[in-house]
């Protein structure tokens, strides 16, 4: 299984690779709706992706509130 | 009233004008097109931003639908697919809603939903049970109405980056376009009540789990595998895959008159106004949820 520092590190590498950013720009930290740039339907496709490579489910009623890519690993580390 | 919209049904260009048969096999309005050949109907929506379903819409969904009924004498399949990036069909205009509901009294405003649903009503039970194999090629955001149009066609191919879920309630109301009878007709109880009461969304590989959507494909694949199978569809007898789709695929007509009645009695309700009022002034990343 994996750590929940593997997980974070999984999650940045899928949303920059998804996204088009520079794995570097992205931080622990940040929020990904505002480093990212993107919309409702854009978080749609980054919850399938994080869902399809973790093989998780993740209700989108857990993930409300939820805007930093650390808290978003912590969400699904609790699933795997 | 709701559905009317002068001019849409106009704007169908029929490209082939030979013979009305003929004519009725190409059609392409502002929000969608189709054509038949080899005996397969495509039927692309390509309405920014998602394909949502308001009045323009309807009506050229229902001339589509009266081309069908001209077209299934030759045809064994039909795919219904989006051109649109975002994905399949994020459901009902709620814009358009909330704005014609906002100019109306409210009893005019539940008489205008009303017949908008009866009219999207008899469209999506014409494909339910037409006589011809039918499916749905969704990717991406197949939410609400979009889910529901998917839900009439016999079978469910879908990108893995499809996502399906019925946010109704976020708004104080229950899907309209017969999703809740049509879900049930498919699925077991449990996952219906689940779909329904929390209003989560799901993804393609789990509505393959529970028996919503028959494949999944990789990303940008579901037309290529819906074209593929609906290939497949055409080396059986027509007349046996209909009465096999008859036998096995009946309408639950009496709960769709009774999700008509249910819906337009939420409607009526002061926290329907404030749930769309909410919906298109949100800038939430999630504005299906409450």
Not at chain 2, 66 to 72: I, P, S
Not at chain 2, 133 to 148: D, L, N, R
Not at chain 2, 223 to 245: E, H, N, S
Request: hydrophobic content about 45%; proline content about 4%; some cysteine.
């Amino acid at each position: 299984m994996n750590t929940a520092e593997q997980t974070l590190d999984e999650i940045l590498g899928l949303a920059a690779a998804h996204f088009r950013v520079p794995r570097e720009k992205l931080r622990p930290d940040d929020d990904f709706f505002k480093t990212l740039g993107i919309d409702s339907l854009q978080t749609l496709d980054l919850l399938t992706k994080l869902e399809n490579h973790f093989r998780v489910e993740l209700p989108d009623y857990e993930l409300q509130g939820v805007s930093d890519f650390r808290t978003l690993a912590g969400k699904i580390q609790a699933r795997l | 009233m709701w559905g009317a919209m002068p001019g849409v049904t106009k704007d169908i260009q029929v490209t082939d004008g030979k013979a009305e048969s003929k004519a009725l096999s190409h059609g392409r309005g502002s929000g969608l097109s189709w054509s038949l050949a080899d005996g397969v109907i495509e039927l692309a929506l390509h309405r920014e931003p998602c394909n949502e379903l308001g009045s323009a819409s309807l009506e050229e969904l229902e001339k589509f639908a009266t081309a069908l009924e001209g077209m299934q004498a030759k045809a064994h399949a039909l795919v219904i697919h989006s051109a649109m990036k975002p994905g399949f069909c994020a459901g009902a205009d709620l814009r358009e809603l909330y704005q014609r509901s906002q100019a109306m009294e409210k009893a005019e405003a539940v008489k205008g939903v009303r017949e908008f649903l009866e009219r999207i009503h008899r469209v999506l039970n014409l494909i339910d049970a037409a006589p011809l194999t039918t499916i749905a090629a969704v990717h991406g955001v197949t939410f609400g109405g979009g889910f529901e149009l998917a839900l009439a066609c016999d079978l469910i191919i879908a990108d893995k980056m499809a996502r399906f879920c019925f946010p109704e309630l976020r708004l104080g109301l229950i899907p309209g376009f017969g999703g809740i009878p049509r879900l049930k007709r498919d699925l077991g109880n449990a996952v219906v009540r689940d779909l329904l009461l929390t209003g989560r969304s799901i993804n393609a590989t789990k509505a393959q789990q529970i028996g919503l959507v028959s494949q999944v494909v990789g990303e940008g694949e579901a037309l290529r595998a819906a074209r593929a199978t609906a290939a497949q569809l055409g080396k059986f007898d027509r007349a046996t895959a209909a009465a096999a789709k008859k036998f096995i695929k009946p309408i639950p007509q009496e709960e769709l008159r009774r999700e008509i009645d249910i819906f337009c009695e939420l409607f009526a309700r002061p926290a329907v106004q404030a749930g769309l009022r909410k919906f298109v002034e949100s800038t939430d990343a999630q504005p299906y949820l409450p």
